[in-house]
C-alpha cells in the first residue's frame, strides 16, 4: 500500500505542481517574446534589409509576422501541457484503481472475519477460496496463483487464477509428497512445478501444454497448530517484468499471521467453544507485523491501565474488561494502510481522518464475538476527550466510560514517551508536564491524579 498511497501521491504532488506552473510558463515566454519584438524587431531588420522598398513591405506584414511566429510557439508550448494532464490523468486513474483494488481486499478480509467471529460455520475449502482471493488482491505484483486444501492425506487444489481450473482440480498429491507444508510464507525465485514428480509424465505434460512459465512466486501455509491444513501460491510468470516489493512481503506476512489466527478461531468455532485469549493474540500478532510501532505497544498500555484499575478499586471483572480493551484498543488499525501508519512525515488531513476510522473499526470487529461485544463499547470510545472535542461521538467529562478514561491516559503516555517514525520520544519529566496541562481538557482529572502517584512512585523505587 505504501506504493500505492505514499509514493504516488508525492509524485502526483511534483506534477500537479508543474500543471500549475504551465501557465504562468506559457504566459512569461508571450510576454518576453512581444518585448523583445518590440524593442529589437526594427532594429534587426533594419540591419539585415537595406532596400527601402523591401523594408517597407515588411514593415506592412510584421505582425502578421508576430501573430504566426507566436501561435507556431505557444502551440507547441500548450500541446506539450496537454500531453502532461492526459498523462497525469491517465497515471491518477491508474493509482486510483490499486487502491480499489487494495481496499477491496482489506474489506473483504473485515468480512470474512466478522462471519468468523459471528461463529457462522464456513466451510474450509470456502475459507481457504476466499483467503486466496483476498490475498491476490493485496499483493499487487501477481498475475497468476491457486489454493489447495489437504483433506484425509490428500492434497487438492480448490481455486486458480492464470491456470486451468479444471486441470488443476483433477490432481490428486500425496500429503507426504507435498513440499510447501509449513505455517509461515517462502519466496521461490524461477520455481520449478511442484507437480513434476507428483502426477503422471502424462498429466504433467497436459498441465504445461495449458500453463504458464512462473517467475517467482509466494507460498503460503495455513495450519492449526502442527497440522497443515492448505495453502496458496501467489505467481508471477515469466513474461512480467516485476518482482515482489518489500511492502507485498510485509503485508503477505501479516496477513499470513491473522489468516492462521483466523484458521485457528475457525476450527474452535466450529466445535462452538471459542477462546477469547485465542482470537485477541491473533489480532494483535498481525497488527504488530503490519504497524511497526505497535509491537509492545498494546501489552505496555494494558499494564499501565491495570494499575490505574486497582487503584480505583476495579473488581475481578471490571479488571478483566480493562485489560483486554486496552489490548485490543488499536485492533481496528490493522485496516488502516501500512503506509500511513508509519508515515515519518506529517499526515494530511485526509490522512488523519482515515486513522481516526480505527476506533469504529475496533468496535466493528470486537463487536462480532460474543466473548468480547462487553468491551467494544470501551475500545470505541478511548479517543474521546474530557473537554467533548474528542472522537468519534463527541462525548463528554462523566459521559465517557471510566474504562475508555483510563485508556486514553495510557495509551497517550506511551504514545508520548516512546519513539515514533513521526516524532521523537520526550523525556519523563515532560510527559508528566503533558499530563498536567492536559488534565481536564484531553484528560479525565482523576484519571491523571491516580496515574501521576504511580509514577511518581516509580520515580521515588
Avoid at 23 to 39: F, N, T, V
Avoid at 367 to 386: G, N
Wanted: hydrophobic share 35%.
Amino acid at each position: 500500500m505504501r506504493s500505492i498511497i505514499k509514493e504516488n501521491m508525492e509524485k502526483d504532488d511534483v506534477k500537479n505542481i508543474n500543471v500549475l506552473k504551465s501557465p504562468i510558463k506559457i504566459a512569461s515566454i508571450y510576454a518576453i517574446i512581444g518585448c523583445l519584438w518590440i524593442l529589437f524587431s526594427d532594429r534587426i531588420l533594419s540591419m539585415i534589409v537595406t532596400d527601402k522598398e523591401i523594408y517597407s513591405t515588411i514593415q506592412t506584414y510584421k505582425g502578421w509576422f508576430f501573430v504566426f511566429f507566436t501561435a507556431i510557439i505557444l502551440y507547441r508550448l500548450i500541446k506539450a501541457d496537454y500531453n502532461k494532464i492526459n498523462r497525469l490523468s491517465s497515471d491518477l486513474i491508474e493509482s486510483n484503481k490499486e487502491m480499489e483494488r487494495v481496499l477491496k481486499g482489506r474489506n473483504d478480509l473485515f468480512i470474512l472475519s466478522t462471519k468468523i467471529l459471528e461463529n457462522r460455520y464456513i466451510d474450509d475449502e470456502v475459507f481457504l477460496s476466499e483467503t486466496f482471493k483476498i490475498a491476490f488482491q493485496l499483493v499487487k505484483e501477481c498475475n497468476a496463483g491457486s489454493a489447495y486444501i489437504v483433506e484425509n492425506g490428500i492434497v487438492r487444489f480448490i481455486d486458480a487464477i492464470g491456470f486451468d481450473m479444471e486441470l488443476l482440480g483433477s490432481f490428486k498429491i500425496s500429503e507426504s509428497k507435498f513440499e510447501y507444508k509449513f505455517n509461515d510464507i517462502k519466496i521461490k525465485n524461477s520455481p520449478e512445478s511442484s507437480l513434476k514428480r507428483k502426477i503422471t509424465p502424462e498429466q504433467y505434460k497436459e498441465y504445461t501444454d495449458k500453463s504458464v512459465e512462473l517467475k517467482q512466486s509466494i507460498i503460503v501455509g495455513i495450519s492449526n497448530e502442527d497440522t497443515f491444513c492448505g495453502g496458496l501460491s501467489l505467481d508471477i510468470t515469466k513474461d512480467k517484468d516485476v518482482e515482489f516489493s518489500d511492502e507485498s512481503i510485509r503485508n503477505i506476512k501479516a496477513f499470513q499471521q491473522l489468516i492462521n489466527g483466523f484458521y485457528k478461531v475457525k476450527k474452535v468455532n466450529d466445535q462452538r467453544n471459542i477462546e477469547q485469549g485465542d482470537i485477541v493474540h491473533s489480532f494483535i500478532s498481525a497488527l504488530e507485523l503490519h504497524d511497526e510501532y505497535t509491537k509492545g505497544h498494546s501489552e505496555t498500555v494494558a499494564l499501565y491501565s491495570l494499575e490505574i484499575g486497582k487503584r480505583l478499586n476495579f473488581d475481578d471483572r471490571q479488571l478483566n474488561d480493562l485489560y483486554w480493551a486496552a489490548t485490543m484498543h488499536d485492533i481496528g488499525k490493522i485496516i488502516i494502510p501500512h503506509s500511513i501508519l508509519n508515515k515519518s512525515g506529517k499526515l494530511t488531513k485526509e490522512e488523519y481522518e482515515h486513522v481516526k476510522e480505527h476506533t469504529q473499526m475496533g468496535y466493528n470487529i470486537l463487536s462480532k464475538a460474543d466473548s468480547l461485544k462487553d468491551v467494544s463499547k470501551y475500545v470505541l470510545l478511548h479517543h474521546e476527550r474530557w473537554d467533548g472535542k474528542g472522537y468519534p461521538v463527541g462525548l463528554k467529562g462523566e459521559e465517557i466510560p471510566l474504562i475508555s478514561q483510563i485508556i486514553s491516559v495510557a495509551d497517550s503516555w506511551h504514545a508520548m514517551t516512546s519513539d515514533r517514525t513521526y516524532k521523537m520520544k520526550i523525556t519523563k519529566e515532560q510527559g508528566i508536564k503533558e499530563l498536567k496541562n492536559n488534565r481536564g481538557t484531553q484528560f479525565a482529572p482523576d484519571i491523571v491524579d491516580v496515574f501521576l502517584e504511580i509514577l511518581n512512585e516509580d520515580q521515588g523505587e
